[in-house]
């Protein structure tokens, strides 16, 4: 069973760090794109980072790009979300996503949420004074 699990979420104060964990169970990895993207109440869910399989090339939404920075570890089996300069509306559930590319790119500057079909199941932040 394919599963990823999301941790790493939490409360923290406006300018605060935090880093997410996406760790992937029942499968390797190695060949698959990580996505991370967060919904906020009453919104869309939206796209924040991917990285290609090879992690050769990273993509940031506007809204993030200077503070987030995604990170892979394939001997870990695990990728990462380093959030740096958080502000309250960053507040959402995270969510990471992969899908196995090595033959295609679904890391590209629009982030299609179809184009992933492993999902976590979220994990909330929650940035407050």
């Known amino acids: 069973q394919l599963q990823l699990v999301e941790s790493g979420g939490g409360l923290v104060q406006p300018g605060g760090s935090l880093r997410l964990s996406c760790t992937a169970s029942g499968f390797t990895l190695d060949y698959y794109t990580i996505g991370w993207f967060r919904q906020a109440p009453g919104k869309e869910r939206e796209g924040l980072s991917c990285?290609?399989?090879?992690?050769?090339?990273?993509q940031y939404a506007d809204s993030v790009k200077g503070r987030f920075t995604i990170s892979r570890d394939n001997v870990k089996n695990t990728g990462y979300l380093q959030m740096n300069g958080l502000k309250p509306e960053d507040t959402a559930v995270y969510y990471c996503a992969a899908d196995w590319t090595p033959y295609s790119d679904i890391c590209t500057v629009v982030f299609v949420k179809g184009l992933y079909r492993n999902w976590g199941q979220g994990t909330q932040v929650t940035v407050s004074s």
């Open positions: 990285m290609t399989y090879l992690g050769s090339r990273t």
